[in-house]
Every structure is written in C-alpha cells, then in structure tokens.
C-alpha cells in the first residue's frame, strides 16, 4: 500500500508530479490562451459584484490560501482577505451578499473551517470549496466546489494536497483575470506553458535527496530552525516550518525576512540554521541583504534558489536549487525539498512520521 516507500508521508511527496498533472488536466485550454473551469461558469458581472473575497482554512490548507490571495490580488485585482478557520468567525467578519467566500481543505471535514462556511453562507456569501474529498461535508455544504484531484492523502502531514491547492489558487487567479481582464493575455498564455512544464519539474526537484538526506543528519538534532523569506518565499517558508514541527517536533519559526529587525534577530546566534528561501526575484536584493545579516551573526545558512541563480552560493553555507520557472510558480518547487527536508529530519530523530504525537490526519473538533 505504500507503493516501495517506506512512509506515506514520502509516498506522497513522490506523488506531486502526477497529483499536479491530474489536478491541471483538462482545466487549460489546448492552445494555453486561457484557463476553464467548467464547474464554474462564472462570468464578469458575478465576479464584478465581490467587493472582497475571504479564503479561509486551517494549517497548511491556511498556507495554500496565502499564496492564494497573493495570485488572486495580483492577476484579478479583488482584495483577498486571508484568515485561519478557529479566529474567522470570532472577529465579526465583515461578509455579505458581496462577498465570495473560499474555503480550503483536503479532508473536507475539519470542524471550523465548515463552521466558518456556514457562518459566510447564513451572512449571504456566495461560497467555494477547494477540497480534495468528492463529496465530502464542506463539498457539499459549499454552492460551488473546486476539487483538487491529488488522490487520497494518507500521512497526516500534508504534502501532495498543499501543491494540487496552490494549483487550484493560481487556476483561480488566472480564470478570474482571464473573465475580468485585468492581465495581458500574453502574460496568461506564459504563465499557463510554465504551467504545463511543474509536474516535470517537481519530478526534477525529487530526483535528488542525497543533500537533503545530509543537511537533515547534519542539523536534525538542533532544536531551533529559522525559515526566511520575502513575498511568496515568505508563504513557503510558513509551510517548511509546520512540516519540519509537525513531523521533527524541532521548533521551527517562519519569519517575513524583512521583519526580522524587528525582533527576531535577537534569536538568531553562532550555529543556528537558517533556511533562507531566495527565489523571488523581485526581492532578491532585499532578501539577499537579511541573509546577509543572520550570516554576520554566524548562522548557518541553507539557501533556497532557482537553478540560474549564481549570487546566493557567495554568501549562504549550502544551497538547494530548483528548476528555472516564473517567479509566481516557483513555490511549487521550492516547497518539494522543504517537505524532504522536514521527512528526513523526523527520521535522523526516531520519530513516527506518518502519526506524529498529538496530531490526527482530519480535525473534527473545534
Ligand atoms: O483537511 P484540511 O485541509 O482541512 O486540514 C487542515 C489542517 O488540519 C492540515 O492542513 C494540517 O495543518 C496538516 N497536518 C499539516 O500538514
């Protein structure tokens, strides 16, 4: 059942190239000039009557909503609030008969992100479901369902679901901005044959754990890890963390590179691993100089990169790179030896990585 590997949790990870294709297939248009979602049918008068649109979820489902709104607020111009399931209801949301409210979850069942769709539905919301579970309770609670189609995900800690959710979010974003035209076709057309070429690349990324397995024996039995990033490297680095804790039980923090001044960099002592994630171009100088900073304060640091960068190995202890893509997909690669990393590390620690202590696969209870 657990097809030659030795967990799911790896299992599932080798899985992300097949779970992705199957999750694009058939929802671009052969000729890459556009992305259809049939089981839409949304048009530009129902997506012009949101004032705002909320994604709401838990865990890493919450993490797959970050990029989310990043994607839709970048190509569909509609501001995008993001928020964890268990706070959404308690704040008063500010949802009516404007509002488009999506709610993500692989299971399809945890607690408050159903108690929150129907909180935004009784407020009037028009309502969506990315779930992963065909005919699950929030599929059938939602007006209109998106499925993620990564097959049954057994590991408690989610891998091959977070990037079929990315998947779904920028099939979202470029479907909104194709009906509202808010982005140039050439740029929708670019970003769908970058699109066609992840499942492959997530196949590269995949091809070679030998550093990855080294790093994990190297800092597997520190007890603090820092992740850093900027932009979408920053949303990455929130799941690199949950994974590494879930699943290693090291304390791992995520951090807004730029935020660190603000604190965080009292934190950051001799030895400490960093894992600096530098694949934003458009804040590569910016990231490249917080870098710099936890390395004055001698952390070691293990850098994230597209495979043509040529900067970052002057200034980091160990660099990860992966295959060239646009910038906006490129979280669906630099995840891939995050997830690795955080597997190996539970192993160099004994731990159980398919049932990690405390943690169940679905969260039924609020
Ligand atoms: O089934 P859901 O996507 O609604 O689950 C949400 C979270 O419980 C889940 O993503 C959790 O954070 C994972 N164990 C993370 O790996």
């Not at 004032?51 to 797959?64: D, E, L, S």
């Not at 059938?140 to 979010?169: C, F, H, N």
């Not at 923090?253 to 001044?261: I, M, T, W």
């Not at 660099?319 to 190996?344: C, G, N, R, S």
Request: glycine share 6%; net charge negative.
């Amino acid at each position: 059942e657990k097809g030659g590997y030795e967990h799911f949790m790896l299992k599932e990870i080798h899985e992300q190239p097949k779970a992705v294709r199957a999750t694009i297939s058939s929802r671009i248009a052969k000729d890459n000039s556009a992305v259809v979602l049939d089981e839409l049918k949304w048009n530009k008068d129902f997506l012009n009557s949101f004032n705002r649109i909320f994604i709401v979820a838990c865990g890493t489902a919450y993490h797959a909503g970050l990029v989310g709104k990043y994607y839709i607020e970048k190509m569909a111009r509609i501001p995008v609030e993001c928020d964890i399931a268990s706070e959404f209801r308690y704040r008063s949301p500010i949802v009516d008969e404007n509002t488009l409210m999506i709610v993500v979850s692989q299971s399809g069942e945890t607690s408050d992100t159903l108690a929150a769709l129907k909180e935004a539905k009784r407020l009037g919301a028009k309502t969506l479901a990315v779930t992963n579970v065909v005919g699950s309770s929030i599929a059938r609670e939602a007006d209109q369902v998106v499925y993620t189609w990564a097959g049954p995900e057994i590991a408690v800690a989610s891998t091959k679901a977070y990037t079929t959710q990315l998947i779904v979010m920028l099939l979202l974003g470029l479907y909104m901005a194709g009906i509202r035209e808010t982005m140039p076709q050439e740029r929708i057309t670019e970003l769908i044959r970058g699109l066609r070429e992840i499942p492959t690349q997530i196949g590269q990324t995949l091809e070679d754990e030998d550093p990855i397995k080294t790093f994990a024996k190297q800092y597997g039995f520190n007890e603090d890890v820092f992740f850093i990033g900027r932009s979408l490297d920053y949303a990455v680095a929130l799941e690199g963390s949950l994974k590494l804790k879930e699943i290693s039980y090291i304390h791992a923090e995520a951090y807004a590179a730029g935020e660190l001044k603000h604190g965080t960099l009292a934190l950051i002592v001799d030895s400490i691993p960093v894992i600096a994630l530098a694949t934003q171009k458009s804040v590569y100088e910016k990231t490249l100089s917080n870098i710099k900073e936890v390395k004055a304060r001698d952390a070691v640091v293990i850098g994230i990169a597209s495979a043509d960068d040529t900067e970052l190995e002057k200034y980091v202890d160990h660099v990860i790179k992966v295959p060239e893509t646009d910038e906006l997909l490129i979280p669906l690669l630099a995840v891939v030896p995050l997830q690795l990393l955080a597997y190996y590390a539970a192993i160099t620690r004994g731990c159980d990585v398919d049932k990690p202590r405390n943690l169940a696969k679905s969260v039924t209870v609020e």
